[in-house]
Nanobody
């Protein structure tokens, strides 16, 4: 099992900001596509943002212009800066590291709650 340790979740008012971080170990981090997913109660887990090993990024339409994903290969970390948060952003956010179908790992999740 590959540990992916998330941090930075919490409670924030609408319009506020949070920064999520995920630290990975025991993988060749720079080769992995790193992603943030979220799951709200009653909903399926959905991709929020991803960053490839080469630094290309991909965002869900609902967060474009508000969220920014970044990675630091020297520190084996990936971050998600979330600005202009909305109540509909409330969910458990999960860090994902993927290199292949067999090398696909998840963090334990961190709760983000946005109050209106």
């Amino acid at each position: 099992q590959v540990p992916l340790v998330e941090s930075g979740g919490g409670l924030v008012q609408a319009g506020g900001s949070l920064r999520l971080s995920c630290a990975a170990s025991r993988i060749f981090f720079s080769l992995y596509t790193m992603g943030w997913y979220r799951q709200a109660p009653g909903n399926q887990r959905e991709l929020v943002a991803a960053i490839s090993s080469g630094g290309s990024t991909n965002y869900a339409d609902s967060v474009k212009g508000r969220f920014t994903i970044s990675r630091d290969n020297a520190k084996n970390t990936v971050s998600l800066q979330m600005n202009s948060l909305k109540p509909e952003d409330t969910a458990v956010y999960y860090c994902n590291a993927k290199h292949s179908a067999l090398n696909d790992y998840w963090g334990q999740g961190t709760q983000v709650t946005v109050s209106s």
